[in-house]
């Protein structure tokens, strides 16, 4: 069974900067695409980021490209999101998640695991 578990959220002011961890366990991550979502109060769950596991091709939401870098430790089986100049619109909760297969590595419905999510504050 598949687990992920997030870890490095919290509070920062406007500018600064997290880095989010998402540890994998119990699965062979080698064909997994990992992505990150997020999800402010009342809104949907928007893509982030996400890395294909394989042959490390990332891609990125416009909203925080340039700012935002996803990468990921095979030796550690995990995934991270370095966050710079965050913003207040940044705050959220952000989640991992782990799909196999699909090519729409943008739509949170076809991914099949997901993390408990950690939270992002962004104070202005």
């Known amino acids: 069974q598949v687990q992920l578990a997030e870890s490095g959220g919290g509070l920062v002011q406007a500018g600064g900067s997290l880095r989010l961890s998402c540890a994998a366990s119990g699965g062979t991550f080698s064909r997994y695409t990992m992505g990150w979502f997020r999800q402010a109060p009342g809104k949907e769950r928007d893509f982030v980021a996400a890395?294909?596991?394989?042959?490390?091709?990332?891609y990125y939401a416009d909203s925080v490209k340039g700012r935002f870098t996803i990468s990921r430790d095979i030796a550690k089986n995990t995934v991270y999101l370095q966050m710079n100049s965050l913003q207040p619109e940044d705050t959220a909760v952000y989640y991992c998640a782990a799909e196999m297969g699909s090519t729409n590595y943008d739509k949170a419905a076809l991914y099949d695991y997901w993390g408990q999510g950690t939270q992002v504050t962004v104070s202005s």
């Open positions: 890395i294909r596991w394989s042959d490390n091709t990332v």
